[in-house]
Nanobody, 120 residues
Framework: QVQLVESGGGLVQLGGSLTLSCVAI????????MGWYRQVPGKGRELVAG???????RYLDFVKGRFTISRDVVKNTVYLQMNSLKPEDTGVYYC??????????????WGRGTQVTVSP
């Protein structure tokens, strides 16, 4: 069983920065690509950044150049450095494997997430 614990969210102003962390407790890190997902009210979780086991990264277009994903395999931790934040970045951020193991609609497959709110 895998437990995912996200942290680091908060309320920031336009242009501010945050660093999110996610500790994975369990075997999810074993060779798995990892990603940060964002959810806004009324919508499903959307993958915004991903990193493979060899460190290759990919980003959704609207975060390219502003967000940086990284991972520490020894610490079983994935990070998301968020710079130049915009109100459109607001949402609950989750980490998980890519793809999600099991049914991604099952909330039991996810951690609690961390809320990011960017004020204008």
């Amino acid at each position: 069983q895998v437990q995912l614990v996200e942290s680091g969210g908060g309320l920031v102003q336009l242009g501010g920065s945050l660093t999110l962390s996610c500790v994975a407790i369990g075997d999810i890190f074993n060779g798995a690509a990892m990603g940060w997902y964002r959810q806004v009210p009324g919508k499903g979780r959307e993958l915004v950044a991903g990193i493979t086991n060899d460190g290759t990264t990919r980003y959704l277009d609207f975060v390219k150049g502003r967000f940086t994903i990284s991972r520490d395999v020894v610490k079983n931790t994935v990070y998301l450095q968020m710079n130049s934040l915009k109100p459109e970045d607001t949402g609950v951020y989750y980490c998980n494997s890519i793809p999600v193991i099991g049914d991604p609609r099952d909330d039991a497959r996810w951690g609690r997430g961390t809320q990011v709110t960017v004020s204008p």
